[in-house]
DNA sequence: TTGAAAGCGCTAACAA
DNA sequence: TTGTTAGCGCTTTCAA
């Protein structure tokens, strides 16, 4: 009798099956729980089980289910905590369930986004999760739509009415950090973004101006987006405070944003938040630690993922109305780099 | 006839087949290039391929193959830029490869790293990148041994006689700070980092000992070893410099005590590098636009990454020489961190 | 209560 | 040059 397959070098499920003198059918129903086994059966197919140590082929099983217990997650990048811990949670989420997660990064790019949804496709997961590059109606979701593929859309997107979507409630979070710049006394604030973010640069950017013109009407809000790279903004910083430009204080609508403005300040020698304040989207453990520690707004990660989770496993079990748009809230931590704004020349400055 | 299959809604080899009016077996030639079918029906094929929008299901042929074109990579964490930036760098060379990179996370967790070791082993991946939790003798290295898997360990590792390893030149790196920091006057210094990463905190230990005694023989090292958690290190850091303790450095052998000692320092309003220099392993982006700007021993991301790909895919295609140890180099970068130690108390000091 | 048979989507050997 | 046949490892009727 082999006890082991040829090809693999791994007990299948036939192998289990002639040493516990049984079918490979018993060997299914056995591991799958079924209550119509002889007990005896039951035990003789355990005790092979054992001392082959055979463990099923999830994607032969999948295969013939017709139905593969794996979630994709599509996010645009890996590197950042934000992410990072997005695919940490997401990752928990999938195995509480009995699924396995398959994490892919986009790097930013929109061609390569659809790539990968394609091959989600391919392997024929039950579900996607995707945080576009973009915005909810990039080619990755695009394609979702057209190939009636279950899913959700987080982070850098809308309302959509394909597919349910859960991101931070960055319009109020905004709101807040306009509140709280009013309050300090600001009145002339630059906001930074990047426009390829398209979804939520509008709702952030929206929520933060509706909040400073109600609170404080004499409020001046400049605004840079940077379209496609990080790098282009760094020049754009650069020309704008070069030309004279005295904003108060600097809010970053992401996380790169809130380093390039740092780097800036940096660079003519100004000193937060005497000189100037800053305060960011996205925390990050070294804010708290060094001098000053950052203001940062703190997005719900927790909160998404699992609320994505919950929505996409509702569509995966059949759930049919209409799609769900979640906002969870963002925290807003004030740290020591937002002060109240100073009067008179900054460091490095004639007069 | 039927376009689509019944089950999973997308069109099957045999769809294609049909639409073609050749058998499966010869579209399963063109989808590879066999050379062999006649240029009319290759034709007919790539036709009916591309109005059934035919794709291949990558699960099923590799099924049949007994050889699945995945490989599967274990990271102790998804949130660190370390980590980060080495999955995508691992992504990108599996892809390049034809190959599709399965990231999972252990979460710094040995019972998590030995389950995933053995989920990969049922998804019967082609090989393994394996950055164990605290070196090469862990649980799921020492399964991948029992099993004969075919993997290579990276990272928190050192040379081992039963898998390929490579991981940033620890030691030359910790030579090379001792160096730096001796020649800036430094005489004592406190080393702290993590008992658990068993591998790479002798290395990096032994390297900044060997050669501080070298160059510096009145140097004196302190080291602080937490053994499972930051949590633990935290307290014991206040306490030793509660007590009285004064290096003029701190050596940071790993990412997150770097951001300890930096807390640290700020309990107490020392500032860097006035009242203590400092330098850790790991750097990040953060790092180059704080103030100060933090000094750190950058890894060899991208080298470690693709020398591992590169030996795996050796493994893979049969290469049986003995396991090869590689050691690419760090760099060292000294920032505003590290200066000369100051001479008197430190601020906030009696005396 | 069980196992033979069929088949998930694909590939490989072989005969025609 | 092609199609038939026989599976990869598993699950699922369905007849016994």
Chains 1, 2 share one sequence.
């Not at 892919?104 to 929109?110: D, G, I, K, V, Y």
């Not at 804010?287 to 909160?303: C, D, E, F, N, R």
Request: glycine fraction near 8%; proline fraction near 5%.
């Amino acid at each position: 009798m082999a006890v082991r397959a040829a090809r693999t070098g791994r007990p299948s499920i036939h192998d289990v099956a002639s040493h516990a003198g049984v079918s490979a059918a018993t060997v299914s129903k056995v591991m799958h729980g079924v209550t119509t086994v002889k007990p005896d059966n039951v035990r003789k197919v355990y005790a092979a089980v054992e001392t082959l140590g055979y463990r099923a082929d999830p994607l032969a099983s999948d295969l013939r289910r017709a139905k593969r217990r794996i979630i994709g997650a599509i996010v645009p990048e890996f590197e950042s905590e934000f992410f990072g811990s997005m695919i940490t949670e997401l990752e928990r989420s999938a195995e509480q369930r009995g699924y396995t997660l398959v994490a892919t990064s986009s790097r930013e790019s929109q061609d390569r986004e659809l790539e990968l949804i394609q091959r989600m496709q391919d392997w024929r997961v039950a579900g996607v999760i995707l945080a576009p590059v973009r915005d909810e109606h990039g080619p990755a979701a695009r394609f979702m739509r057209e190939n009636d593929m279950t899913g959700v859309l987080i982070d850098r997107v809308l309302a959509d009415d394909s597919f349910d979507t859960v991101s931070a409630d960055s319009a109020s979070a905004s709101a807040g950090v306009a509140a709280a710049l009013v309050e300090k006394g600001h009145r002339h604030v630059l906001v930074i973004g990047l426009g390829e973010q398209a979804a939520t640069v509008r709702a952030r950017l929206d929520g933060f101006k509706a909040a400073a013109i109600e609170l404080a009407p004499d409020m001046v809000t400049d605004i840079i987006l940077s379209e496609s790279d990080v790098g282009p903004l760094r020049g754009a910083l650069h020309d704008y405070f070069s030309k004279g430009s005295r904003p108060t204080a600097v809010y970053s609508l992401f996380a790169k944003g809130t380093l390039v403005a740092l780097s800036e300040f940096r660079r003519r020698g100004w000193r937060c938040p005497e000189d100037i304040s800053l305060v960011g989207f996205d925390d990050a453990e070294w804010m708290q630690v060094t001098w000053p520690t950052i203001a940062a707004v703190v997005q719900p990660v927790h909160s998404i993922a699992e609320q994505a989770m919950d929505v996409l496993f509702g569509r995966i079990a059949g759930y049919g109305g209409k799609p769900v748009a979640s906002l969870p809230k963002c925290q807003i931590l004030m740290r020591e780099s937002v002060g109240a704004p100073r009067h008179g020349p900054r460091a490095g400055e004639d007069s």
